[in-house]
DNA sequence: TTGCTTTGTTGGATCGATCTAACGGCTCCC
DNA sequence: GGGAGCCGTTAGATCGATCCAACAAAGCAA
């Protein structure tokens, strides 16, 4: 809540008032110019209007909120701003709200879920219209609930905590997941592997099972499954387990970056992916196409998933009482030299 | 009309006066007690705080704003969040601001100047104390003066416009990319190419007039310098053009993106990075550890900078009369293969 | 006892906008 | 002629906090 020291305030600016007096109306009526409001006539709109322009007044939009209780603000909470698909899903965001005249407090909790409640708790101080919402690792699923029942719109991105009232844009994990391990039984892998799939978050989860279902179907046996972080280095540590025992010939990564940690494993041990062992990722992030040999990978399109979640937010935000909307966006697989075929330019 | 039995859907929110009731004190004692002041006895100040989470009161910091002159909000315009560089910036940024109780208002301007206008007036809008600006390209360079005009504290990160009484955080380019060259003269190169100087902003400039002193320092020819904007797409297209005529034995990059590009581009003509050209880079990506081979790059550390610069911003929101401060962080060179040394390990 | 500080608390004014109800002036229509 | 309706405008109340000057109670000195 509050803070220990008190900071000097600005110098005083211009308010309504001087419009009112400089224009010879109300403030009531310069409010309504601001506004648009069509009610005002031709003559006194421009009067005020030129008013505005020579004093350089600037509108007060905090004072405004609190009259009205809207403040054209909402809170943006991303697990880690650091990963480029979180940065792709905040500048879609930003286009979206931009165009919609909102402004997004930034949070990124970096996977802590109390560095996420302490900033939710900040955001609701400032009065946010609504709040969009990449749940950090670990988050306790009432939250979103907890929100709802305060009146608070919040749109979750990608994980899905499970509430039943909740505003979702995520991606068909499963569909993409399915894809990729059909991409491999078509080329004619029949031990594939899958690396990350440790978490306990929704597309953890969702994709690990994509990729156990789409190999029964198919009548393969699972494995091996090796759990880890999606980071680079795990990824590559991940390597040592899997070339233990019955060799897989193909593996299928939870992330790219995961994918990438598998390639630097492999090429680490003298092996050359999409040669001695094909490798799936799953984001399509910039440095997929960019990498040696190019990562066949399933896009999941970060600024357009921002762009549904923010529109989504604002439609919430004009119908609070609508009908709780999921949205679910198809992911497509791209394919690129690490699986050893050859890449399609689709 | 008016006696039926109606549930509110959302409980009126509760306000200092229904805390003061509750706790059987004045408004003006609970906004104490909530502000940490000194002035409150042991025993008021926990009978208040517990009225506060008995009631679940939330505190309204837009309307305090109003009367304090004051939001403990900063505007946070970032020219590109999906560069990997700003991502960590923004992050380091959002560090600092969390411990010192502020909440940054997000803008991704994507290099718009017009954007970045349009964000910037919002802001001013919005009231914050204070603006975090990473200049869009073609930014006119009054804007800093202007807002310090207005009473408006800003701290430009990185790209510096000139103005004479701005606080800038920066890096000192020169000193970086006079490392990566002397690191190749110390390597046998005679001809050191130089890819991605065409921009006009003061990184770019900066990091060009090194790369030529340098070189005339020892006695060597600068050329052929290839003009492209920072883009994988562009580097990579610069190398035929570097191919073009007297070959270069080693190539310098504007950044690691450019970097890449060009390591592609020679890829796809069957010349191998850090054994037929030697390639530097400058930023230090995470990408930049991961790729093979791994890139030789000039580390300036985007967190760090992030947090130096909120740092500042918050100490010149303190004493908005404090001398300017010209921040230069001195950037170290990460050798790795792709400049053909063997790498070292500090 | 009186006079002076210190400490803790308070009611009322205030920040700069929006909202509400109402106003004067006008037209329309029976 | 007068009631109804519309239009553009307005004064005053209001949002939920902070600031300020005043004040009661207690402590201390003379």
């Known amino acids: 809540m509050g803070r220990d020291i008190s900071i000097?305030?600005?110098?005083?600016?211009?308010?309504?008032?001087?419009?009112?007096?400089?224009?010879?109306?109300?403030?009531?009526?310069?409010?309504?110019?601001?506004?648009?409001?069509?009610?005002?006539?031709?003559?006194?709109?421009?009067r005020v209007q030129s008013s505005i322009a020579a004093l350089g007044?600037?509108?007060?939009?905090?004072?405004?909120?609190?009259?009205?209780?809207?403040?054209?603000?909402?809170?943006?909470?991303?697990?880690?701003?650091?990963?480029?698909?979180?940065?792709?899903?905040?500048?879609?965001?930003?286009?979206?709200?931009?165009r919609a005249g909102f402004v997004?407090?930034?949070?990124?909790?970096?996977?802590?879920?109390?560095?996420?409640?302490?900033?939710?708790?900040r955001m609701r101080e400032h009065k946010v219209d609504g709040l969009l919402l990449s749940p950090?690792?670990?988050?306790?699923?009432s939250i979103v609930d907890d929100m709802h029942r305060l009146g608070l719109p919040v749109v979750e991105m990608l994980r899905h905590l499970g509430g039943k009232n909740a505003d979702h844009v995520g991606v068909d994990f499963r569909l993409g997941m399915t894809l990729a391990a059909e991409h491999l039984i078509r080329l004619g892998h029949k031990r594939i592997a899958f690396v990350g799939g440790g978490r306990r978050a929704s597309p953890?989860?969702?994709?690990?099972?994509?990729?156990?279902?789409?190999l029964a179907r198919y009548g393969l046996a699972a494995g091996p499954v090796i759990d880890c972080m999606p980071t680079r280095e795990e990824g590559a540590r991940a390597v040592g387990r899997l070339l233990e025992?019955?060799?897989?010939?193909?593996?299928?990564?939870?992330?790219?970056?995961?994918?990438?940690?598998?390639?630097?494993?492999l090429a680490d041990r003298g092996l050359t992916p999409g040669r001695d062992m094909a490798v799936i990722g799953f984001d399509n992030i910039a440095e997929a196409a960019l990498y040696r040999p190019a990562l066949t990978t399933v896009a999941v399109g970060g600024r357009l998933i921002g762009q549904e979640a923010a529109n989504l937010l604002l439609r919430r935000i004009k119908a609070p009482?609508?009908?709780?909307?999921?949205?679910?966006?198809p992911p497509k697989l791209i394919v690129r030299s690490s699986c050893g075929a050859r890449p399609n330019h689709h």
Not at 77 to 90: K, R
């Open 245 to 265: 025992g019955d060799r897989p010939t193909a593996v299928l990564c939870y992330n790219d970056i995961c994918a990438f940690g598998v390639m630097l494993g």
């Open 104 to 121: 997004a407090f930034l949070a990124n909790t970096a996977e802590s879920p109390e560095r996420q409640d302490r900033f939710i708790s």
């Open 8 to 46: 000097d305030p600005m110098p005083r600016s211009l308010t309504l008032k001087d419009i009112a007096r400089h224009a010879g109306v109300s403030r009531a009526t310069v409010s309504l110019v601001i506004r648009n409001s069509p009610r005002v006539a031709k003559e006194t709109r421009s």
């Open 321 to 329: 009482d609508g009908a709780p909307e999921m949205i679910v966006m």
């Open 57 to 98: 007044y600037v509108y007060d939009r905090a004072a405004a909120n609190l009259r009205s209780r809207t403040t054209h603000t909402i809170g943006l909470v991303v697990c880690e701003i650091t990963n480029p698909f979180y940065a792709e899903l905040t500048a879609g965001i930003d286009e979206v709200l931009d």
């Open 136 to 141: 950090a690792e670990g988050t306790d699923p």
């Open 204 to 214: 953890s989860r969702d994709r690990a099972a994509a990729y156990r279902q789409t």
